[in-house]
C-alpha cells in the first residue's frame, strides 16, 4: 500500500441531508486544500491553519467559488489516520459534495479505496486490527446491544483479554525454554501441575471467548427464527404479539397465514428474525395449491433457521400433526411455545416437555408468560451470562484465530498426558502464540488485513 498518496472520499452516507462531509487525508493535504479553498476572512489560510481549528469559506471549480464550504483541521499525528486530514463540510445533497470531490482530485487527491483512512490509522499504528475490525461493526451495528458491543472492542477490551491469555503463556513458555535449553543451570523445574493449571486457565478462557462469539452475533445480527406449528395453534397472534402490532392476518379459520411473514423483533437482549410460515399441515387432493406451496417454504426455512419456535395448542389434544412436527424438530434448536394458557388446559404438556429443550407457556392473546420466553431464548441462545464490556470476538476471523490457539493448546496438553518431551509441549503453546499475534493483527498477512479492509465501504 502507498502511504504517501493523499486521499479523499465522502465521509457522510450519499444522498439528501442537511450537510456532506468530504475527508481528504495524506502529507499533501494542506498543499491541495489551499488551492481550492478560499478563506471568507482576509488574511487567513489553510496552509497557517493549526490543528483541530475551523475555518469558514467557499471551494474553488474550475477556478468558480461554489458553495460555502467549512474546514476543520486535525495535523498529523493528531487525527484519526495519523496524517494531515482537512474535513471540509458543504450542504448535503449529492450535486455539491460531488462537485468538491472533483475539485480535490482534480488538484492531486487520490479517491480512497474502501476503508482506506481505517487502514492508514492501523498502518500508522492509531489503532490495532481488532479496532479497525470494530470500527466496521460500529458502523453496520443496528441494534443498541450491538452497538455497545462493537464500542467494548473500538475500546480495546478484547485486545486487553488477548493480551492476559499471551502473557501467561509466554512467561510458561519462557520457563519451558530455559529449562530445555539449559537443564543444566539452575532453573527451577516447573511443576507438571502448574504447567497444566495454566494451560487449563488459558483454555477455559479461550473457550469462553469463543463461546461469546456466537452469542455476540445474535446480538448483533439477531437469530433467525422460525415459527411453526399445526393451523390455529396461534403463530400469527404470537407473531403479532411479539412485533406490538398487527401484521400477519389473524383469523380463526384454518390456513389464513399462507406465506413466510418476516418480522424482526426485540425479546430482552435478543433479536430474532422471525419468520411466520403457512401452518404445517398435509395438503390432501384438494388441498390449496397455494398453501402447499408455502409449506414447502416453511420447511425449506427450517433448514436455514438458527431457532424454531414450535407451537402447540394446550386447549387441544396432541394431534397426528403435532407429533409429526416433534419428529421433526428432533435435531433442531427448538423452543415448545404451548400456547393458550388462559384456555383449560386439554393436551398432554409432559410429552412435549419430554421432547424440547424448553417449554414455555404462554398466552398469546393476552401476553402471559412472555417474560418466561424471554428467559428460555437467553438461555438457548447462551446470551445470560455474556458480558460484551470484558471484550468479545465479533469476526469469524478472530473466532478462528482463537480456535487455532486452543486446539494448539489442547495439543501441548496431550503431548504432556502422553510423557512427550518438553519440546513438542513448548511448539504447540508457540502455535498458540502464533495464533494469537495474528488474531490481535500483531502479525498479520497482509492478504488477511487486505480481506478485512475488502468489507469496508468507502469513506471510512
Ligand atoms: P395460526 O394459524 O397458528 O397463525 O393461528 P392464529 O394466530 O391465526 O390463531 C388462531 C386462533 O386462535 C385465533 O382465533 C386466535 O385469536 C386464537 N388464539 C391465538 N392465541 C391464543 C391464546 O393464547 N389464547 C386464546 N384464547 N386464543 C388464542
Redesign the pocket.
Known sequence: MELHTTICALATPPGEGGIATVRVSGPDAYAIVSKIFAPVRQGKSVADAKGYTAMLGHYLLHGAEMDECVALFFRAPHSYTGEDVIELSVHGGTAMADGLQEALITAGCVPAGPGEFTRRALENGRMSLTQAEAVMEVIAANGRQGAALAKSALDGRLAKRIGKIQTALQTLNAHLTAWVDYPEEDVPELSDEAFVRTLTEQKAELDALINGYSAGAVLRHGVDCV?L????????????LLAGFDR?????V????RDIVEQAVQLGSVRLNLF?TA?VREVGADGDAIEAEGIRRSWKKLDEAGLVLA?F?S?QALEKEDWELMDALEKVPAIAIV?????PTRMDVEAIQGRFEKTVS?????GEGLDALEQALSEILDTKDFHPQEGVLFTQRQRMDAQTALDSLREGEQALVLGLTLDAVTVCVEDALHALAALTGEQVSEEIVDRVFEEFCVGK
Open positions: 415459527l406449528g399445526r393451523p390455529n395453534v396461534g403463530k400469527s397472534t404470537l407473531l403479532n400477519a392476518i389473524v383469523t380463526p384454518a390456513g389464513t397465514t411466520d401452518g407451537v395448542d386447549s400456547n393458550k394458557s388462559d384456555l404462554l398466552s398469546a392473546a393476552t
